[in-house]
């Protein structure tokens, strides 16, 4: 998929995901994420942070957490929902809105993948449906499956056949697990097995992911 279009999804995706957090009570905000140890608030200021991103303080945080990778974003992450209220976190998705900013040493295609995920991340646990667009969640997937860090998909999912069914999108060889490509990419991203009700076939009783 060529950059731009990318990009584009990008901008959709973030201003779908700011007019549902719209609409969400205050009880909500405070609900558990999908993600042990977030909440919605923490998740949704996580999303709208990557066109904020600064190297130095990344780097700085890297090494005051000894290189922990996911210890820095979700402590970042739970410290923008102590400091910011819902009003203001979805104001940032409107000040963001066309930022072509990423973080150093990521994609277009990490924003992408980020906003498709942690959408999900805040709406299963609160009982409500976010559709992803197939085109952009094959994208996703393939920067999931090509990259190691942080979901280590391919050595986590190795043994196992990934086939979509709703879009041309296959990876892996083993068993076949099939799905939707919005489900396949909830696998890849190491999402709890309770997100997973549309995925079936021989693979899946070896599947095991557990935590985000």
Known sequence: MEVEQIWRYVDSERASLAEFLSGLSATEWTTPSLCSGWTVQAVAAHVISSPQARAWPV????IRYRGDFNRLI??????AAATHSPEQIIAQYHQYAGSRRHPLGTTPADPLLDVLIHGQDIAIPLGRRREMPPEAARAAADRIWTKSFPFKA???LAGVRLVATDIAWIAGQGPETRGPISALLLLLSNRPTPAHPRLSGPGLPTLHPTSS
């Not at 780097?59 to 890297?62: K, R, S, T, Y």
């Not at 979700?74 to 410290?79: I, N, S, V, Y």
Request: proline share 0%; glycine share 16%; net charge positive.
């Open 59 to 62: 780097v700085a945080g890297l």
């Open 74 to 79: 979700l402590e970042e992450g739970q410290r």
């Open 154 to 156: 391919r050595k986590r």
